[in-house]
């Protein structure tokens, strides 16, 4: 029989040596060793960890705290008003759980803290310009009523909102201190690289001013939150209340906002994400001038261009844009654009992703004019387009095809040749299946299951509305299609489908069984 003393004993040493374990490469971090010997058997010299402190004194003045109260409904007359305000369904739910991981800090809160009309909000900000301009992020003053801005030295005033652009997540808040500020200036973020040292700053928890030190872990990080999403992820910790807090270089530099963290638990594992400092600069120096901020849009579906979709119709490679639907009346119908359509540049850049053609777009102001490139019929056609006026129902997005029901690599085929059996769009068939009238071409009835028509994600009751861009109206006409796409020795063979109200192009093999 074991000795309980014993096991406590035990279990103490455990836990002590998990704490250890969690420690341990935080103070190892702080010497640098090769922890090894030279020829002679001597330990080699250790060399002391670079310190930031300098940077840091220079910046930390420069850093703001940023508290905020916003109105909730009275939770003692309905707490039912709460929740909707603020629990998991709410609107405000998408940000909690981007910021604060899966929990959501007002979903569990006893409901005796619920009450008032007001509910405070933390965040982070740094002084751009001596005369008390302050960068932030949107997230961090939406839907609020009162700014309060409180410096380094513990001063506190009231701030004023300049201007705000949620797509981008910035706003510009202004105070009036009587006197110059401390400032932090811009770097340049296009110039970071992965394994970058890099220092965020900010008062987590509301604990105070508080500096941490990492890398830069990866660039370009797409948290699918809208056309503007080229995050900086970094490990250096990253918690509550930094949001809108800078993150700066080893020069002291600006190169990133610090907006949102990755966690399972609502606090740091050292994945973290900021806005570049190239993308913010310009915002803000619009915003700063109480300009509004436009975004340009052109009325298409895009979908990305898949291996099986650049065989089809000839592109020599896997990139650009693929049109899966033209909005009537548009800028892109205006300019010509069609319906299978590879957008291959813009503005003189290449568009090598559906997510670059939706950024290039949101980056142009309305009627702003850009040359646009597209791939058609096996050539390059170059045409001019005039951006329209953004709004939050029609914009260039990156991931339609996919939210509509496209599937990455998705592909199709006919009756034999591709593994499904096509029948034409009867009065019978429209009704059985719910086709709309309008509806042309001819109807999937079958897909057999070891074609490459079902690897590809075809489905029955899918409509071939073309084949490799003709248009079909008949079983007769898809077969007539087909057969020619193979003779020309295709790999693939480009299928525009209509599933309920989606339409979306699909590359599919040919069966080489």
């Known amino acids: 029989m074991s000795n309980p003393l014993s096991t406590i004993r035990r279990n103490r040493m455990m836990a002590l040596a998990g704490v250890a374990l969690l420690i341990v490469p935080l103070a190892t971090g702080a010497v640098l060793s090769t922890g090894s010997a030279n020829a002679a058997g001597t330990p080699q010299t250790e060399q002391a960890m670079r310190s930031y402190s300098d940077i840091v004194a220079a910046d930390k003045p420069a850093v703001v705290t940023i508290t905020t109260k916003m ?23 998408q940000f909690f759980r ?22 405070m909000a933390l965040g982070s900000g740094f002084i751009i310009s001596p005369d008390g301009m302050i960068v932030t992020n949107n997230h961090v003053i939406d839907g609020t009523t009162d700014i309060r801005v409180t410096l380094d030295d513990g001063s506190q005033y009231k701030g004023t909102l300049v201007g705000s652009d949620a797509k981008n997540d910035l706003a510009v808040v202004k105070i009036d ?25 900010g008062n987590p928890f509301g604990i105070g001013t508080t500096v941490t030190s990492g890398i830069v872990s990866a660039r370009g990080r797409d948290l699918h939150n809208g056309p503007y999403d080229d995050f900086i992820q970094v490990d250096a910790a990253i918690n509550h209340g930094n949001s809108g807090g800078p993150l700066v270089d080893d020069t002291g530099k600006v190169v990133g906002i610090n907006t949102a963290i990755y966690s399972p638990n609502g606090g740091n594992v050292g994945v973290g994400f900021a806005i570049p400092s190239d993308q913010a600069e310009a915002v803000v120096a619009k915003l700063e001038k109480g300009q509004k901020i436009e975004h340009g849009y052109i009325g298409v579906e895009i979908q990305a261009v898949t291996k099986d979709v650049a065989e089809a119709i000839g592109l020599d490679k896997q990139a650009g844009a693929l049109v899966a639907q033209v909005v009537d009346g548009s800028p ?13 540049e813009l503005g ?3 568009v090598a992703t559906p997510k670059d053609l939706s950024r290039f777009v949101a980056d142009m102001a309305p009627g702003d004019k850009a040359d646009i490139t597209v791939w058609r019929h096996g050539k390059a056609i170059d045409m001019s387009i005039t951006a329209g006026r953004n709004s939050e129902e029609r914009q260039a997005s990156a991931d339609n095809g996919n939210s509509n029901g496209s599937q990455p690599g998705a592909s199709m085929q006919s009756d034999s040749a591709l593994g499904v059996g096509l029948a034409g769009l009867t ?55 087909l057969k020619t796409v193979e003779k020309e020795g295709k790999k693939s063979v480009l299928l525009q489908v209509q599933r309920g109200d989606t339409e979306m192009f699909l590359g599919v093999p040919f069966n080489d069984a």
Do not use: C
Request: glycine share 10%; charged share 25%; net charge negative.
């Open 332 to 344: 892109a119908a205006k300019a010509g654009l069609k319906s299978g359509d590879v957008v291959t």
């Open 348 to 350: 003189g850049k290449a």
């Open 177 to 201: 201190a009587g006197k110059p500020l401390p400032t932090v200036a811009w770097g340049d973020s296009d110039k970071l690289r992965a394994g970058d040292a890099v220092l965020a700053i």
């Open 427 to 481: 009065p019978a068939m429209r009704d059985r299946f719910g086709i709309d009238p309008s509806v042309e071409g001819v109807i999937v009835t079958r897909v057999a299951s070891n074609k490459p028509a079902a690897d590809s994600g075809i489905q029955r009751g899918d409509v071939i509305v073309s084949i490799d861009q003709q248009p079909v109206t008949s079983v007769g006409d898809a077969v007539k299609e």
């Open 98 to 119: 981007q910021f604060f991981g899966e929990q959501n800090p007002f979903q569990n809160m006893p409901r005796q803290h619920r009450g008032g009309q007001t509910a």
């Open 71 to 93: 109105k909730v409904q009275d939770t003692s007359a309905d707490q039912q008003q709460f929740e909707q305000q603020f629990g998991s369904n709410s609107p405000y739910d």
